[in-house]
């Protein structure tokens, strides 16, 4: 499937650490994920989304990338494909406005969703995947029912009317101003799943979320 790396922090932060020179960096991941690497963070207050349908092992650009980039909110994904062929527009990061997602899973039920999304969602939908889906299913009903409970709408939707191969529906969201992870795994829970770093708050202090 796939893997996320996300990090929220009280103050801009560099990457490279995590990416790059941790001993388990997540780099590494891009061995067994190699359908597409990608990240998404702010500037200025606004989304930024760079991503490359290649493993992130290949990718000539991720050092510079990673040594010259300080934020405070960062999700990034690696790529094992299930729907959707290997391009840009089906690798992760999603982003419409400030909002970026990352999911790691495979859900089923992909049109029966999309037959519910307001045309304006459907319209910026640029590939194939279940993913892009349900990011856009995510964000129709966070507009109308607000961050926490527009999130639990429209996952319970998906419980409701899932197939036998619906696996996970974990993922991170951001806006900008917080960073939202989801475990929610049907099976093979082990593998699914969502551990997170909490460091203290102190005037230097970061705290992370990953998925491994």
């Given at each position: ?43 200025n ?34 790529r094992?494909?299930?729907?959707g ?26 049109e029966?969703?999309k ?37 639990k709408k ?31 795994a049907?099976f093979n ?14 005037k ?9």
């Amino acid at each position: 499937m796939c893997r996320l790396f996300g990090l929220v922090a009280n103050r801009e932060v560099n990457v490279a650490f995590s990416f790059i020179r941790a001993d388990k960096p997540f780099r590494e991941l891009g061995i067994k994920n190699p359908d597409g690497w990608g990240i998404g963070y702010y500037k200025n207050n606004n989304a930024v989304v760079f991503k490359e349908p290649i493993s992130i092992k290949d990718s000539s650009i991720l050092y510079q990338k990673a040594k010259h980039l300080y934020t405070n909110i960062l999700i990034s994904h690696v790529r094992k494909s299930t729907q959707g062929v290997k391009k840009k527009e089906n690798t992760h990061p999603f982003n419409f406005g400030n909002w970026i997602f990352v999911h790691n899973g495979n859900i089923d039920i992909k049109e029966i969703i999309k037959e519910r999304l307001l045309n304006k969602y459907v319209k910026c939908i640029k590939g194939e995947t279940d993913s892009e889906i349900y990011f856009f299913w995510l964000i129709q009903n966070i507009g109308e029912y607000g961050v926490i409970k527009g999130i639990k709408k429209a996952i319970k939707f998906i419980e409701d009317h899932k197939g036998n191969s619906t696996s996970s529906l974990n993922f991170l969201l951001a806006n900008g101003e917080k960073l939202y992870a989801l475990r929610k795994a049907f099976f093979n829970k082990d593998y699914y799943s969502l551990f997170y770093l909490v460091r203290i708050p102190q005037k230097h202090s970061t705290s992370s979320y990953i998925s491994k």
